[in-house]
């Protein structure tokens, strides 16, 4: 039996200009302003609070908007959850290894998905609080509030202003 013909995609469309201009804004306000936050009123400057998995939540928030995974609910409790896991994790294992890096975003996953807040890049933020610095891992429980739950929170923020700069989009498409 031959298999039916598919139509094929090469890319995923381009959005319109005015949707990259509001992605341009929106990261550069975004990120800079957590990378402000952590050098001038942190004095950190390595920008060590500042961690990766805020850089895919700018992806989704200010480049495509409205996917369900970059809604507030699931980048502020989405974070947040798998932050908590992670430390968790962590804090179990009592080592960062294969076992509390694989332990760490497991959980988070299950409960994203449990919670309905799927945030890929809480993920992210699960294994850093597992792999990262001395300084991450000193914080604690910490961890979750600061840099997570500050950071998703002035991201989210910061899309509010630039997901709405023109009439063309209204961001979020859902609250909770």
Same mark, same amino acid.
């Given at each position: 039996?031959?298999?039916?013909?598919?139509?094929?995609?090469?890319?995923?469309?381009?959005?319109?200009?005015?949707?990259?201009?509001?992605?341009?804004?929106? %990261?550069?306000?975004?990120?800079?302003?957590?990378? !402000?936050?952590?050098?001038? @009123?942190?004095?950190?400057?390595d920008l060590?609070?500042?961690?990766?998995?805020?850089?895919?939540?700018?992806?989704?928030?200010?480049?495509?908007p409205?996917?369900?995974?970059?809604?507030?609910?699931? &980048?502020? =409790?989405?974070?947040?959850?798998?932050?908590?896991?992670? &430390?968790?994790? @962590?804090?179990?294992?009592?080592?960062?290894?294969? @076992?509390?890096?694989?332990?760490?975003?497991? @959980?988070?996953? &299950?409960?994203?998905? !449990?919670?309905?807040?799927?945030?890929?890049?809480?993920?992210?933020?699960?294994?850093?609080?597992?792999v990262?610095?001395?300084?991450?891992?000193?914080?604690g429980?910490?961890? =979750?509030?600061?840099?997570?739950?500050?950071? %998703?929170?002035?991201? =989210?923020? =910061?899309?509010l202003?630039?997901?709405?700069?023109?009439?063309?989009?209204?961001?979020?498409?859902?609250?909770?």
């Amino acid at each position: 039996m031959t298999e039916p013909h598919r139509k094929q995609h090469r890319h995923s469309p381009r959005p319109p200009v005015s949707q990259m201009i509001r992605s341009l804004v929106g %990261a550069l306000l975004g990120i800079g302003l957590l990378a !402000a936050i952590d050098q001038f @009123f942190l004095s950190d400057a390595d920008l060590t609070f500042v961690i990766g998995a805020f850089g895919a939540t700018a992806v989704l928030v200010f480049g495509a908007p409205s996917s369900p995974l970059a809604q507030p609910y699931n &980048v502020v =409790v989405g974070h947040m959850i798998s932050a908590a896991i992670g &430390v968790a994790a @962590f804090k179990l294992v009592g080592d960062a290894n294969w @076992f509390s890096a694989a332990l760490a975003v497991s @959980f988070a996953i &299950v409960a994203m998905q !449990a919670t309905r807040s799927v945030h890929p890049p809480g993920g992210a933020s699960a294994l850093i609080a597992v792999v990262a610095s001395p300084q991450i891992h000193a914080l604690g429980f910490l961890y =979750v509030l600061y840099p997570v739950a500050l950071g %998703a929170v002035v991201l =989210v923020c =910061v899309s509010l202003v630039s997901n709405n700069l023109f009439n063309d989009q209204r961001w979020p498409i859902f609250w909770f």
